[in-house]
């Protein structure tokens, strides 16, 4: 058997000028918020300070902290490939901080580079704004200039924020198309569908009422879609007065969504809806496509921070589409299942934050979403088991692992080890799901037998592939496995050996029990439960993407799944894409992210949506609505799979870089981490493959770089490499922060 090779290089960027007044740290973050100075007003900022006299006046809004020991993070200097050191001040006031004086904290000259940074100075005072900077040194000695500096405001604890978190934030578009249809009637274009207000700048020929139509899509007629009550659609009277006027149209209450207890708008925004369409009618003067805006909604969001552009034009257009989605879904604050609800749940948060994370390095978003779901649960058994999955994610691209401490004991509640029998396996049908059981998971409503846990493999029902539900069920119990690895590692992260070791046992046992009760000797393919035979794609994609399928099952395995093609929702096309990926199936996998068939994200395109739908199409799900996230995986399999950047250790200390690239002549990436920016631009002519490669300072990649010639040449930065090829890769170890070329020639 052929042993892997590790081969280390370390290229050092040192520079001896860095020093005092050269660089400075940037992008302080404080409990992983950026900005926490920046002053809004309804979501548009305001050129204002954050001050003690700020944070009393009602109109304005900024980000809230509730934590009295606060994470401290930034980006490290520039010029800086390795820090060895560094210090923060945090100030009551922001003449002391410029003064280099840390009253409330000065934490000296500290050795090391871990960040973030835990508070550790005189106790905070809520209600109060505190003031803070930072310096580093490099390798040899020299000493950066002090950070620009930030502030943030100290609120109270509130469970109802469930978290810090930054104000929403809103953007005033004007129409992409205006066209006057004659006699007051007018249609507006914005483009793209888009959370929003409208606002209308009139001067009127009399006091009248007007018709304001709204839309999300339009009819195969080519008028307004107004047939599927999902699809958004509305019909307001405005009355105008003569003369020169400013009107917000006011949207109607949704009293059957707010009876399901929905995520609420703050007072500050109001109301929105969803709409690209307007059309005005019965207007007595004369538009045009300055006298109407629309103000869109969005929890703050860098449309720089991710970019990419391949040679398949379908595979660019459905990253549009993904990356977009994630920004004009985020409206409410929360990771909410679209428009029909404005509920959280479990699966559609954990898609959202991982597309979220590839998209925009911004991460309290998901935090509040996922502490909010951990006492708002919702039903299915597998999303549950998405708890964890969620707070692991957390930790590994934040390294901050404050929020596993908080709810550790919550977590160890939501991978339902009482719902297990002798050999490891669970149920949610073997009459374990008692009142007490299931007030330790949160669900405490009327205990009516109703008010359970029950699995559901995927969503809609017609995406299950024909999965035949039996007491005991591969796809739940594939979850399962996944849940105690994880919490092996969460218990030793706290410092709970003892637990780590149970779960770690208990994971053994339950990957010996799948492989008795499930697996097909005679196939080695899964079948869906403990009393079928029958063998289904989520069976087996979901048991590949968790690591339960054998090296000798693997090749029937993936030759199966390859058989059934997209035969799963969009939330299911996560997991089968991230497993065929893991497989090393990428060309497969680039043909399901770049079909054009109904089951397709191109289809979403075709059809006139401008955010990801709730399903591939209405055929699927009827009552489907165009505005939901869960649709949008390829934005984070294109940043983590496709281009394969990921972090291998928490805070992105140490990253991946494993471009699986199939047959794509150029690929260019964008990606931020919390440590900085990642860029991958690959470029492939007739016999050379080259990658041009920017990391971050203080970060480390591991690269596997796959050729595509049998006989290959290898140079890393001009400098020819004697490497073998292992698995058709080149494993590099230990690149550091910088920019580097890595050349493949015939």
């Known amino acids: 058997m052929k042993k892997a090779i590790i081969v280390i290089f370390s290229f050092l960027f040192v520079s001896n000028s860095f020093s005092q007044n050269t660089f400075s740290p940037t992008k302080l973050r404080t409990d992983l918020l950026l900005n926490t100075e920046k002053v809004s007003i309804s979501g548009l900022p305001v050129n204002i300070s954050l001050s003690q006299d700020i944070v009393k006046d009602a109109n304005y809004q900024f980000a809230k902290v509730f934590n009295t020991q606060p994470n401290f993070d930034w980006l490290n200097a520039k010029n800086i490939s390795k820090v060895t050191a560094w210090r923060v001040l945090?100030?009551?006031?922001?003449?002391?901080?410029?003064?280099?004086?840390?009253?409330?904290?000065?934490?000296?000259?500290?050795s090391g580079s871990q960040h973030p940074v835990v508070f550790a100075g005189k106790p905070l005072v809520v209600g109060n704004v505190y003031y803070w900077k930072v310096q580093?040194?490099?390798?040899?000695?020299?000493?950066?200039?002090?950070?620009?500096?930030t502030a943030f405001y100290l609120a109270a604890t509130d469970t109802v924020n469930f978290g810090a978190h930054a104000p929403l934030a809103a953007e005033l578009q004007p129409p992409s198309k205006f066209i006057n249809q004659m006699n007051g009637a007018y249609f507006i274009d914005f483009g793209k569908d888009a959370f929003s207000q409208l606002q209308l700048h009139l001067n009127s020929d009399k006091s009248d009422s007007i018709y304001i139509e709204v839309a999300e899509a339009l009819g195969s007629n080519g008028d307004f879609l107004k047939s599927s009550p999902n699809i958004r659609y509305k019909k307001i009277g405005l009355y105008v007065q003569k003369g020169e006027q400013n009107y917000t149209l006011k949207w109607p209450v949704d009293a059957k969504r707010n009876s399901r207890n929905p995520i609420q708008m703050?007072?500050?925004?109001?109301?929105?809806?969803?709409?690209?369409?307007?059309?005005?009618?019965?207007?007595?003067?004369?538009?045009?496509?300055?006298?109407?805006n629309r103000k869109i909604i969005f929890y703050p969001f860098n449309n720089t921070a991710a970019d990419f552009v391949s040679s398949d034009t379908v595979l660019n257009k459905v990253w549009e589409l993904c990356k977009y989605s994630i920004k004009a879904t985020s409206f409410s604050g929360f990771y909410v299942d679209g428009d029909r609800e404005r509920i959280p749940y479990e699966a559609d948060a954990l898609i959202n934050q991982l597309s979220h994370y590839a998209v925009d390095a911004?991460?309290?978003?998901?935090?509040?979403?996922?502490?909010?779901?951990?006492?708002?649960?919702?039903?299915?058994?597998?999303?549950?088991?998405?708890?964890?999955?969620?707070?692991?994610?957390?930790?590994?691209?934040?390294?901050?692992?404050?929020?596993?401490?908080?709810?550790?004991?919550?977590?160890?509640?939501?991978?339902?080890?009482?719902?297990?029998?002798?050999?490891?396996?669970?149920?949610?049908?073997?009459?374990?799901?008692?009142?007490?059981?299931?007030?330790?998971?949160?669900?405490?409503?009327?205990?009516?037998?109703?008010?359970?846990?029950?699995?559901i493999v995927d969503w809609p029902i017609v995406e299950r592939d024909g999965f035949v539900f039996c007491n005991y069920n591969t796809v739940v119990n594939a979850f399962y496995y996944k849940n105690l690895l994880i919490m092996s590692q969460m218990a030793l992260l706290v410092g709970n050996n003892a637990d780590a070791q149970l779960y770690s046992q208990k994971a053994k046992q339950a990957y010996e029990s799948f492989q008795k009760i499930f697996v097909d000797p005679a196939t080695g393919l899964v079948k869906d439960g403990d009393t079928t035979t029958h063998v289904s794609l989520h069976g087996n994609m979901f048991a590949l993407a968790f690591g339960l399928v054998?090296?000798?099952?693997?090749?029937?395995?993936?030759?199966?799944?390859?058989?059934?093609?997209?035969?799963?929702?969009v939330y299911g096309s996560q997991f089968l894409l991230d497993a065929l990926y893991d497989a090393g199936e990428a060309k497969y996998a680039l043909e399901l992210l770049t079909a054009t068939d109904q089951r397709s994200w191109y289809n979403m395109i075709k059809t006139g949506s401008t955010i990801s739908m709730e399903a591939w199409d209405k055929i699927y799900k009827p009552n489907?609505?165009?505005?939901?996230?869960?649709?949008?995986?390829?934005?984070?399999?294109?940043?983590?799979?496709?281009?394969?950047?990921?972090?291998?250790?928490?805070g992105a200390d140490t990253i991946s870089i494993k471009p699986q690239l199939a047959n794509l002549q150029f690929a260019k990436l964008k990606t931020n981490l919390i440590k900085g920016e990642v860029t991958i631009d690959y470029r492939h002519d007739a016999d050379k493959e080259v990658y041009q490669l920017s990391i971050p300072s203080g970060t480390i990649a591991m690269l596997d770089i796959r050729s595509n010639y049998s006989n290959t040449s290898l140079k890393i930065d001009g400098k020819k490499m004697n490497l073998p090829l292992i698995d058709g890769a080149f494993q590099i170890n230990h690149l550091l922060g910088g920019k580097h070329t890595i050349e493949l020639s015939k």
């Open 90 to 110: 945090v100030a009551s006031n922001l003449q002391n901080l410029n003064n280099n004086i840390g009253d409330i904290w000065d934490s000296k000259k500290q």
């Open 136 to 149: 580093q040194w490099n390798e040899v000695g020299a000493v950066s200039s002090f950070s620009q500096p």
């Open 266 to 292: 703050p007072a500050y925004i109001g109301e929105v809806f969803p709409f690209r369409y307007v059309r005005i009618t019965g207007f007595a003067g004369s538009m045009n496509a300055s006298s109407i």
């Open 362 to 455: 911004e991460y309290n978003i998901a935090r509040r979403s996922m502490a909010y779901l951990i006492f708002h649960p919702t039903w299915p058994t597998e999303w549950s088991l998405q708890n964890v999955m969620m707070a692991w994610n957390d930790y590994i691209y934040t390294g901050d692992k404050s929020f596993i401490q908080k709810y550790y004991t919550e977590l160890q509640q939501k991978i339902l080890i009482p719902l297990a029998r002798q050999d490891g396996l669970i149920s949610t049908l073997e009459q374990k799901q008692t009142k007490e059981f299931l007030e330790t998971i949160h669900i405490t409503k009327a205990f009516d037998g109703k008010q359970d846990l029950k699995d």
């Open 550 to 569: 054998s090296k000798q099952n693997m090749a029937s395995v993936i030759t199966y799944i390859k058989s059934k093609k997209m035969a799963c929702s």
């Open 624 to 650: 489907l609505d165009l505005n939901h996230a869960w649709g949008a995986a390829p934005a984070n399999i294109i940043v983590r799979k496709l281009m394969g950047v990921q972090p291998l250790s928490s």
